[in-house]
Antibody, heavy 121, light 106 residues
Framework: EAQLVESGGGLVQPGGSLRLSCTAS????????MNWVRQAPGKGLEWVSS????????YYIDSVKGRFTISRDNAKKSLYLQMSSLRAEDTALYYC??????????????WGKGTTVTVSS | EIVLTQSPATLSLSPGERATLSCTAS??????VAWYQQKIGQAPRLLIF???NRATGIPHRFSGSGSGTDFTLTISSLEPEDFAVYYC?????????FGGGTKVEI
């Protein structure tokens, strides 16, 4: 069974940094595009970033460009999100989500349970 | 950025009734819409992709339709486990965007 487990969330002050990780199991990680999607408390879903299976194609939502960096290590079956210059509006539950195996890969069929990031002084 | 507007915000129905949820895009996106279900305290679950294709393991009571700017998710006969929030998502252009959600409640 395909599974994703996020970690690395926590409480951080505005302007601080945090690194989220997502560990995959039950599928061939290197074959899939991967995504980060967040959900602020009581709000809807917001796509944050995507990375292609080989790591060469990356997209970000404008609000995190220059502050967040997505990366992956296929040998470790892991996805990362390096977050810096954090703002209160980055407070959310961050989900790691897998893209479909074949086009259209921009839809997400396996999700982790999420890790909570709280930005507050 | 393509904005997705979902309506209604809340749909109050009873088990066995038919649910019709709408998602309208700010510009034409062909058939590039997916639908997700999210229950309280759970991650989203992919139901439908590219407007009308059911994802693996999704019951036949869930169906999707539409193209261009107007899309619909239909639940033919609501089961108790279908009461949840439903989101549409587009892949017509980056950034990927989600609608604001429709809550289906009893």
């Amino acid at each position: 069974e395909a599974q994703l487990v996020e970690s690395g969330g926590g409480l951080v002050q505005p302007g601080g940094s945090l690194r989220l990780s997502c560990t995959a199991s039950g599928f061939i990680f290197s074959e899939y595009e991967m995504n980060w999607v967040r959900q602020a408390p009581g709000k809807g879903l917001e796509w944050v970033s995507s990375i292609s299976s080989h790591g060469k194609t990356i997209y970000y939502i404008d609000s995190v460009k220059g502050r967040f960096t997505i990366s992956r290590d296929n040998a470790k079956k892991s996805l990362y999100l390096q977050m810096s210059s954090l703002r209160a509006e980055d407070t959310a539950l961050y989900y790691c989500a897998r893209g479909l195996i074949r086009p259209p890969v921009e839809y997400m069929d396996v999700w982790g349970k999420g890790t909570t990031v709280t930005v507050s002084s | 950025e393509i904005v997705l507007t979902q309506s209604p915000a809340t749909l109050s129905l009873s088990p066995g009734e038919r649910a019709t949820l709408s998602c309208t895009a700010s510009q034409s996106i062909s058939s590039y819409v997916a639908w997700y279900q999210q229950k309280i305290g759970q991650a989203p679950r992919l139901l439908i992709f590219d407007a009308s294709n059911r994802a693996t393991g999704i019951p036949h009571r869930f169906s999707g339709s539409g193209s261009g700017t107007d899309f619909t998710l239909t639940i033919s006969s609501l089961e108790p486990e279908d009461f949840a929030v439903y989101y549409c998502q587009q892949r017509g252009d980056w950034p990927l965007t989600f609608g604001g959600g429709t809550k289906v409640e009893i």
